[in-house]
């Protein structure tokens, strides 16, 4: 099932809903777009109109944030849970590691997805990572990554050159990279290869994740008023919908 958050699709799945589509896709033909939905990117989404489409022409929409659930709670909406990009993205190694399917992770900055893979690879020995390759390329355009991950025949693409670069490089040359899957996944590589602490399952539960990065990346701070410009929109939204479940 699919809610609309501020015109942004969202699909209404939980992480075992969501393997089993990608299993699925996995073994199928043709290219298959995984985005994550946060209040930032509804918010971007409204200006920025190449980004929008790259969402809806997505094929699977996470609700990653708990800005995303208390949006739909606030329309009457049936999204109870989150899914964040970095467990879904973790759940997907496994299952690669586990079927023989090889992964190419780009994104972030020099040495940080060649280092999040050895990472994965020691937790998963029997992983394939078909290459890796940074997120700051002055010279490589996009378009020659692409090329680069046809040629590795990697399976699953993780992309993590934060938004809306890495959403815009997935609706331009996903289907060029020949893979079965692509996924953004914002940080996560920060995080997969420890040059960032993932927030301790208390914070997780209490839906305090933005606080623990806060702390970690005090920059992050002039994000911090996204969440009350997202609710106030969607307010906004619902008020002026004539009661629809839409927002
Ligand atoms: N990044 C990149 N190329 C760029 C801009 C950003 O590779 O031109 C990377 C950045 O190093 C970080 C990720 O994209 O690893 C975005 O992380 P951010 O924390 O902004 O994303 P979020 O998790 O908040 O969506």
Redesign the pocket.
């Known amino acids: 099932m699919q809610e609309f958050i501020l015109d942004v699709p969202t699909d209404a799945v939980t992480l075992a809903e969501a393997m089993s589509w990608a299993q699925e896709k996995l073994n199928q033909k043709g290219t298959h777009f995984i985005a ?1 939905v ?1 209040p ?2 509804c918010l971007a989404a409204r200006r920025n109109s190449a980004l929008l489409a790259a969402l809806l022409a997505a094929d699977l929409r996470i609700p ?1 944030g708990i800005g995303i659930v208390l949006a739909s709670r606030l329309c009457g909406g049936q999204l109870r849970e989150r899914v964040t ?1 970095i467990d879904l993205m973790e759940e997907l190694v496994a299952l690669a590691a586990a079927e023989g399917k090889k992964i190419f992770l ?4 020099d040495g ?1 997805a060649a280092a999040a893979a050895s990472k994965l690879k020691e937790r998963h020995p029997s992983l394939i990572v078909a290459g890796t390759a ?3 390329l002055p010279q490589a355009p996009d378009g020659e990554v692409a090329c680069n991950i046809a040629a590795s025949g990697a399976d699953l693409v993780f992309v ?4 809306p ?2 959403e815009l490089f997935v609706a331009k040359y996903g289907a060029a990279s020949g893979a079965k899957i692509l996924m ?7 995080v997969l290869s420890g040059r960032l602490r993932r927030a301790p399952l208390l914070y997780q539960r209490l839906g305090l994740e933005w606080f623990y ?1 806060l702390i970690q ?1 005090p920059k ?1 701070i002039l ?1 911090l008023p996204v969440m009350p410009v997202f609710l106030l929109a969607v307010t906004q939204q619902k008020l002026f919908s004539g009661g629809r479940k839409h927002c």
């Open positions: 994550s946060n930032e990117i990653d990009g780009f994104g972030a900055a940080v940074h997120g700051y993590a050159l934060g938004s670069r890495q953004v996944v914002g940080g996560s590589f920060d990065r990346q992050r994000r």
